[in-house]
């Protein structure tokens, strides 16, 4: 499947490992590299000068392009460079609007300690202000090389969103040889404090508990129903808790190689699936992720 991959590259090492999974993940695809130059003050002139100083920056960063570009000749694709001027978190999102890019691959900066990986401040605006899927590559605690090949096990997180619906839909097209598990997590409508012995609290709880296992049941036979239309055959995990650390502890506590989540979810008993969870995810998981819309 041919796909127009942006991916933004700074010179960075995330952002070369970005390319780099674009080239595995895409293989017929047509890869723009994108880079940024920051507005900065020229005083060349006032100095006396030719006033040079903004096209030396060009010819610099176009250099960089072309190194970056050349780091991947192998590529069976296309690769081509743009150069824009502006700030990264407006001009990558003009970028895709003003083209047409169906995907976008970018790097995430990590930082060590109890908080995880967070994205920086242009990733993060780029998952949340650009209208198509976009991957962000997570550099690995065991290494590189898993994301130079193609992803074994891919996890979806679903519930009866339409965005979840397209989030498997994509993880079956983009990853045709994989393994797919489903994931769902029944969000408890509350929980008690005090055990329950009879009475009303019990009968609640019960009532509670029934319909957490009906709306599983669907969830699954929604996903189902997906996987049939596209000829595939998919694992189904179900697990109860808060929603954002039951995704991110599955991931740990698993050999998943890519997440696919939808951005938005539905209210009622899985409403879990929402932009916040889905955010989370993205931040803080442990392996690359794809945001689909």
């Known amino acids: 499947m041919s796909s127009r991959v ?4 700074d010179g960075s090492e995330a952002s070369r490992l970005a390319f780099a999974h674009a080239t595995v993940r895409f293989r017929d695809g047509h890869v723009t590299l994108l880079h940024v130059i920051e507005p900065f003050p020229d005083h060349s002139k006032a100095a006396g000068y030719e006033g040079r100083r903004l096209e030396q920056v060009f010819e610099r960063r176009q250099q960089l392009l072309d190194d970056i570009a050349a780091s991947e000749a192998q590529y069976a694709g296309t690769v081509t460079t743009e150069l824009v001027y502006g700030r990264p978190v407006r001009m990558i999102p003009r970028y895709v609007e003003n083209n047409e890019v169906d995907e976008v691959v970018v790097g995430s900066r990590g930082r060590d300690g109890t908080s995880r ?18 991957t962000v590559v997570r550099s690995r605690d065991d290494g590189d090389e898993s994301l130079r090949r193609p992803a074994g096990h891919v996890l979806v997180p679903f519930d009866r969103s339409v965005c979840s619906r397209h989030a498997l839909k ?7 040889d994989a393994a797919v598990t489903v994931l769902f997590v029944a969000y408890p409508p509350f929980e008690t404090v005090e055990p329950i012995e009879s009475g009303t609290g019990l009968d609640d709880l019960v009532a509670a508990s029934v319909e957490i296992e009906d709306e599983t049941d669907g969830v699954f036979e929604l996903a189902r129903q997906v996987a049939d239309r596209n000829d595939r055959a998919i694992d189904t995990v179900t ?4 929603p954002a650390r039951e995704i991110l502890e599955w991931i740990d506590g698993n050999d998943v190689d890519h997440v696919v989540v939808g951005c938005h979810g539905r209210n009622g008993v899985a409403r879990w699936l929402l932009g916040s969870v889905a955010e989370t995810v993205v931040r803080r998981a442990s ?3 794809t945001a689909v819309k």
């Open 287 to 289: 392996v690359t992720v």
């Open 239 to 242: 697990t109860s808790g808060d």
């Open 117 to 134: 990986l967070l994205l920086g401040s242009v990733a993060e605006t780029v998952v949340r202000r650009v209208p198509v899927p976009v």
């Open 6 to 9: 942006l991916v933004p590259v």
């Open 170 to 176: 994509y993880a079956f097209e983009r990853f045709p």
